[in-house]
């Protein structure tokens, strides 16, 4: 079956850091790959998404390239700020039901 | 835009009560689905629906029951809670992969 894997956290840096969450996945076929947030107390919503592979989805300054080569989705932002402390899923599609890492805390300091 | 609305955002039950957690949505997503988020277990699915009278179980589904009576609509039912399911509930629905999720309901059973 599918599943996602991400690098536990919690990720904590200082506010203008440069951030890589890893992500890798196994599935069969062509999944699509998401990234999702979650700020406290509230529900996830998309953060960026890519359909095929060597495609790069972007969104808020976050990056992340689909290397199907690698199986890996990982997600990158080159200066981080307080207000992206968050909870960050990876995700993939490949019928119709979701499969989801267990996500990634990510904690920025001033 | 309403999206995705759950209801109630917060709930005290006692072991054995019943109750229904509600679900709508109004942006005409013919997937519907309900899952749990518990700290450092992320999402798990309970159960999933691809259209009105048609549902079918998740990856824990136990203690729940689910009926989809209109595209709109899609309650969870916990028919005796038990303390294991004091849990972050979400409901989400999807169009063309893409997840988008209530704001959830946060559920204790004591």
């Known amino acids: 079956g599918n599943s996602v894997t991400q690098m536990e956290g919690p990720v904590t840096l200082s506010e203008e850091a440069f951030l890589t969450i890893n992500c890798t996945y196994t599935?069969?076929?062509?999944?699509?790959l998401f990234w999702y947030v979650q700020y406290p107390g509230e529900g996830l919503q998309l953060l960026l998404k890519?359909?095929?592979?060597?495609d790069k989805g972007s969104n808020k300054g976050f990056e992340a390239t689909y290397r199907k080569e690698t199986t890996s989705f990982h997600l990158e932002k080159g200066s981080v700020q307080v207000s992206d402390s968050a909870v960050y899923f990876c995700?993939?599609?490949?019928?119709?039901?979701?499969?989801f890492g267990r996500g990634t805390s990510l904690i920025v300091h001033p | 835009n309403a999206g995705v609305t759950q209801t109630p955002k917060f709930q005290v039950l006692k072991t054995g009560q019943s109750m229904t957690l509600q679900c709508a949505q109004d942006?005409?997503?013919?997937?519907m689905s309900w899952y749990r988020q518990d700290p450092g277990m992320g999402l798990r699915l309970i159960h999933y629906?691809?259209?009105?009278?048609?549902?079918d179980q998740g990856e824990v589904p136990n203690g729940y029951n689910v009926s989809r009576s209109t595209t709109e609509d899609f309650p969870l039912r916990l028919l005796s809670a038990a303390p294991s399911q004091t849990s972050v509930y979400f409901c989400?629905?999807?169009?063309?992969?893409?997840?988008?999720f209530g704001s959830g309901t946060q559920l204790s059973v004591l």
């Open positions: 989400a629905s999807s169009y063309q992969g893409r997840l988008f």
């Open positions: 599935a069969t076929g062509y999944p699509s």
């Open positions: 890519a359909t095929k592979a060597d």
């Open positions: 995700a993939l599609i490949g019928s119709y039901i979701p499969t």
């Open positions: 942006m005409n997503h013919e997937y």
């Open positions: 629906s691809v259209g009105a009278g048609i549902t």
